[in-house]
T-cell receptor, first 113, second 114 residues
Framework: GDSVTQMEGPVTLSEEAFLTINCTYTATGYPSLFWYVQYPGEGLQLLLKATKADDKGSNKGFEATYRKETTSFHLEKGSVQVSDSAVYFC????????????FGGGTRVLVKP | DAGVIQSPRHEVTEMGQEVTLRCKPI?????LFWYRQTMMRGLELLIYFNNNVPIDDSGMPEDRFSAKMPNASFSTLKIQPSEPRDSAVYFC????????????FGQGTRLTVV
Protein backbone atom coordinates (compact mmCIF):
# COMPACT_ATOMS: atom_id res chain seq x y z
CA GLY A 1 0.00 0.00 0.00
CA ASP A 2 0.88 3.67 -0.05
CA SER A 3 3.53 4.82 2.40
CA VAL A 4 5.58 7.89 3.29
CA THR A 5 9.06 7.91 4.81
CA GLN A 6 10.58 11.04 6.27
CA MET A 7 13.75 11.72 8.15
CA GLU A 8 13.64 11.22 11.86
CA GLY A 9 14.19 14.12 14.17
CA PRO A 10 14.68 16.03 16.14
CA VAL A 11 16.39 18.50 13.87
CA THR A 12 18.03 21.30 15.84
CA LEU A 13 19.07 24.47 14.03
CA SER A 14 20.16 27.98 14.79
CA GLU A 15 18.05 30.90 13.64
CA GLU A 16 18.65 31.86 9.99
CA ALA A 17 20.04 28.41 9.15
CA PHE A 18 18.92 26.42 6.09
CA LEU A 19 16.37 23.67 6.71
CA THR A 20 15.84 20.50 4.69
CA ILE A 21 13.51 17.68 5.65
CA ASN A 22 13.65 14.65 3.38
CA CYS A 23 10.48 12.85 2.32
CA THR A 24 10.11 9.88 -0.02
CA TYR A 25 6.99 7.96 -0.89
CA THR A 26 5.69 4.72 -2.33
CA ALA A 27 2.38 4.81 -4.13
CA THR A 28 0.39 3.31 -6.97
CA GLY A 29 -0.29 5.84 -9.67
CA TYR A 30 0.36 9.54 -9.27
CA PRO A 31 -0.70 10.86 -5.90
CA SER A 32 -0.87 14.41 -4.63
CA LEU A 33 1.75 15.34 -2.03
CA PHE A 34 1.41 17.56 1.02
CA TRP A 35 3.40 19.04 3.86
CA TYR A 36 1.56 19.74 7.11
CA VAL A 37 2.84 21.51 10.22
CA GLN A 38 1.78 20.95 13.82
CA TYR A 39 2.48 23.49 16.53
CA PRO A 40 2.37 22.39 20.18
CA GLY A 41 -1.14 21.62 21.40
CA GLU A 42 -2.72 22.14 18.01
CA GLY A 43 -4.02 20.15 15.09
CA LEU A 44 -2.22 19.79 11.78
CA GLN A 45 -2.30 22.66 9.30
CA LEU A 46 -1.56 22.48 5.61
CA LEU A 47 1.77 24.13 4.78
CA LEU A 48 1.94 23.45 1.03
CA LYS A 49 0.98 20.94 -1.60
CA ALA A 50 1.77 19.73 -5.14
CA THR A 51 -0.62 17.76 -7.28
CA LYS A 52 1.52 16.63 -10.20
CA ALA A 53 5.10 15.89 -11.14
CA ASP A 54 7.51 18.87 -11.22
CA ASP A 55 5.01 21.10 -9.40
CA LYS A 56 6.53 23.28 -6.70
CA GLY A 57 4.49 24.08 -3.64
CA SER A 58 5.44 27.12 -1.58
CA ASN A 59 4.19 28.99 1.45
CA LYS A 60 5.71 31.16 4.22
CA GLY A 61 9.19 30.74 2.76
CA PHE A 62 8.93 26.95 2.61
CA GLU A 63 9.21 25.11 -0.71
CA ALA A 64 8.95 21.53 -1.94
CA THR A 65 9.11 20.10 -5.46
CA TYR A 66 7.27 16.95 -6.57
CA ARG A 67 9.97 14.69 -8.05
CA LYS A 68 8.41 11.66 -9.70
CA GLU A 69 11.73 10.19 -10.84
CA THR A 70 13.04 10.00 -7.27
CA THR A 71 9.60 9.68 -5.59
CA SER A 72 10.52 12.54 -3.29
CA PHE A 73 9.03 15.74 -1.92
CA HIS A 74 11.71 17.33 0.25
CA LEU A 75 10.83 20.41 2.29
CA GLU A 76 13.24 23.37 2.34
CA LYS A 77 13.46 26.81 3.88
CA GLY A 78 16.35 29.15 3.36
CA SER A 79 16.36 30.97 6.69
CA VAL A 80 14.45 29.55 9.65
CA GLN A 81 13.05 31.48 12.58
CA VAL A 82 12.35 30.44 16.15
CA SER A 83 8.66 30.48 15.25
CA ASP A 84 9.27 27.64 12.75
CA SER A 85 9.81 25.24 15.65
CA ALA A 86 7.15 22.58 15.15
CA VAL A 87 6.56 19.03 13.89
CA TYR A 88 6.41 18.67 10.12
CA PHE A 89 4.52 15.87 8.37
CA CYS A 90 4.80 14.73 4.77
CA UNK A 91 1.66 13.12 3.34
CA UNK A 92 0.23 11.72 0.14
CA UNK A 93 -3.22 11.15 -1.23
CA UNK A 94 -3.91 8.97 -4.25
CA UNK A 95 -6.98 7.97 -6.18
CA UNK A 96 -5.67 4.41 -6.52
CA UNK A 97 -5.76 4.07 -2.73
CA UNK A 98 -9.29 5.37 -2.44
CA UNK A 99 -8.22 8.94 -1.69
CA UNK A 100 -6.86 7.87 1.66
CA UNK A 101 -4.59 10.53 3.27
CA UNK A 102 -1.38 8.81 4.43
CA PHE A 103 1.19 10.51 6.65
CA GLY A 104 4.85 9.99 7.38
CA GLY A 105 6.13 9.72 10.92
CA GLY A 106 6.73 13.44 11.40
CA THR A 107 9.96 15.38 11.97
CA ARG A 108 10.37 17.63 14.99
CA VAL A 109 12.28 20.83 14.26
CA LEU A 110 13.71 23.02 17.00
CA VAL A 111 15.13 26.42 16.08
CA LYS A 112 17.31 28.08 18.69
CA PRO A 113 17.90 31.84 18.87
CA ASP B 1 -16.84 28.51 8.57
CA ALA B 2 -15.77 27.52 12.06
CA GLY B 3 -13.59 24.69 10.83
CA VAL B 4 -13.67 21.10 12.01
CA ILE B 5 -15.08 20.97 15.52
CA GLN B 6 -14.21 18.19 17.93
CA SER B 7 -15.58 17.58 21.38
CA PRO B 8 -14.62 17.22 24.09
CA ARG B 9 -11.15 18.78 23.95
CA HIS B 10 -10.02 16.76 26.94
CA GLU B 11 -11.43 13.56 28.40
CA VAL B 12 -10.26 11.68 31.45
CA THR B 13 -11.97 8.39 32.14
CA GLU B 14 -11.45 5.24 34.13
CA MET B 15 -10.45 1.97 32.55
CA GLY B 16 -13.48 -0.01 31.45
CA GLN B 17 -15.69 2.98 30.80
CA GLU B 18 -17.21 3.86 27.46
CA VAL B 19 -15.80 6.92 25.71
CA THR B 20 -17.41 8.78 22.81
CA LEU B 21 -15.53 11.34 20.78
CA ARG B 22 -17.45 13.69 18.48
CA CYS B 23 -16.65 15.49 15.26
CA LYS B 24 -18.46 18.05 13.16
CA PRO B 25 -16.80 18.37 9.73
CA ILE B 26 -16.73 21.49 7.62
CA UNK B 27 -20.02 21.97 5.82
CA UNK B 28 -19.97 20.58 2.28
CA UNK B 29 -17.02 18.27 2.85
CA UNK B 30 -17.55 14.71 1.71
CA UNK B 31 -14.53 12.95 3.28
CA LEU B 32 -14.00 12.49 7.00
CA PHE B 33 -10.91 10.95 8.61
CA TRP B 34 -10.21 9.80 12.18
CA TYR B 35 -6.55 9.69 13.30
CA ARG B 36 -4.84 8.78 16.56
CA GLN B 37 -1.54 10.38 17.60
CA THR B 38 0.86 9.00 20.21
CA MET B 39 4.54 9.51 20.85
CA MET B 40 5.29 5.84 20.21
CA ARG B 41 3.23 5.25 17.06
CA GLY B 42 2.97 8.71 15.54
CA LEU B 43 -0.11 9.60 13.52
CA GLU B 44 -2.27 6.58 12.63
CA LEU B 45 -5.30 6.57 10.34
CA LEU B 46 -8.09 4.70 12.09
CA ILE B 47 -10.96 4.97 9.63
CA TYR B 48 -12.26 7.24 6.92
CA PHE B 49 -15.64 7.92 5.34
CA ASN B 50 -16.79 9.17 1.97
CA ASN B 51 -20.33 10.50 1.72
CA ASN B 52 -21.03 9.06 5.19
CA VAL B 53 -19.98 5.53 4.14
CA PRO B 54 -16.94 3.90 5.79
CA ILE B 55 -14.33 3.23 3.11
CA ASP B 56 -11.45 1.75 5.07
CA ASP B 57 -11.48 0.77 8.73
CA SER B 58 -8.34 -1.37 8.62
CA GLY B 59 -6.62 0.98 11.05
CA MET B 60 -9.13 0.44 13.84
CA PRO B 61 -7.05 -1.33 16.46
CA GLU B 62 -9.62 -3.81 17.71
CA ASP B 63 -13.30 -4.46 18.20
CA ARG B 64 -13.44 -2.12 21.14
CA PHE B 65 -13.30 0.75 18.65
CA SER B 66 -16.24 1.72 16.47
CA ALA B 67 -17.05 4.76 14.35
CA LYS B 68 -20.23 6.05 12.81
CA MET B 69 -21.27 8.85 10.54
CA PRO B 70 -25.06 9.07 10.65
CA ASN B 71 -25.16 12.19 8.49
CA ALA B 72 -22.87 14.61 6.68
CA SER B 73 -22.60 16.87 9.73
CA PHE B 74 -21.60 14.49 12.46
CA SER B 75 -19.35 11.56 13.28
CA THR B 76 -18.50 9.66 16.44
CA LEU B 77 -15.64 7.45 17.52
CA LYS B 78 -16.51 5.16 20.40
CA ILE B 79 -14.24 3.07 22.60
CA GLN B 80 -15.91 0.45 24.76
CA PRO B 81 -14.41 -0.62 27.10
CA SER B 82 -11.53 1.83 27.29
CA GLU B 83 -8.01 0.80 28.37
CA PRO B 84 -4.98 2.84 29.47
CA ARG B 85 -3.22 2.09 26.17
CA ASP B 86 -5.97 4.01 24.37
CA SER B 87 -4.62 7.23 25.86
CA ALA B 88 -3.74 9.47 22.92
CA VAL B 89 -4.81 12.54 21.00
CA TYR B 90 -7.58 11.74 18.53
CA PHE B 91 -7.96 13.98 15.49
CA CYS B 92 -10.80 14.33 13.06
CA UNK B 93 -10.21 15.84 9.61
CA UNK B 94 -12.44 16.57 6.65
CA UNK B 95 -11.97 17.42 2.99
CA UNK B 96 -13.95 18.19 -0.11
CA UNK B 97 -13.27 16.07 -3.14
CA UNK B 98 -10.51 13.58 -3.73
CA UNK B 99 -6.81 13.33 -4.17
CA UNK B 100 -5.97 16.93 -5.10
CA UNK B 101 -7.52 18.47 -2.02
CA UNK B 102 -6.12 18.89 1.44
CA UNK B 103 -7.81 17.81 4.63
CA UNK B 104 -8.60 20.26 7.41
CA PHE B 105 -7.96 19.10 10.96
CA GLY B 106 -9.79 19.73 14.18
CA GLN B 107 -8.00 20.69 17.40
CA GLY B 108 -8.09 17.12 18.64
CA THR B 109 -9.39 15.36 21.74
CA ARG B 110 -6.81 14.42 24.34
CA LEU B 111 -7.97 11.17 25.93
CA THR B 112 -6.50 9.90 29.16
CA VAL B 113 -7.61 6.51 30.49
CA VAL B 114 -6.59 5.87 34.09
Amino acid sequence: GDSVTQMEGPVTLSEEAFLTINCTYTATGYPSLFWYVQYPGEGLQLLLKATKADDKGSNKGFEATYRKETTSFHLEKGSVQVSDSAVYFCALRGKAAGNKLTFGGGTRVLVKP
Amino acid sequence: DAGVIQSPRHEVTEMGQEVTLRCKPISGHDYLFWYRQTMMRGLELLIYFNNNVPIDDSGMPEDRFSAKMPNASFSTLKIQPSEPRDSAVYFCASSWGGMNTEAFFGQGTRLTVV
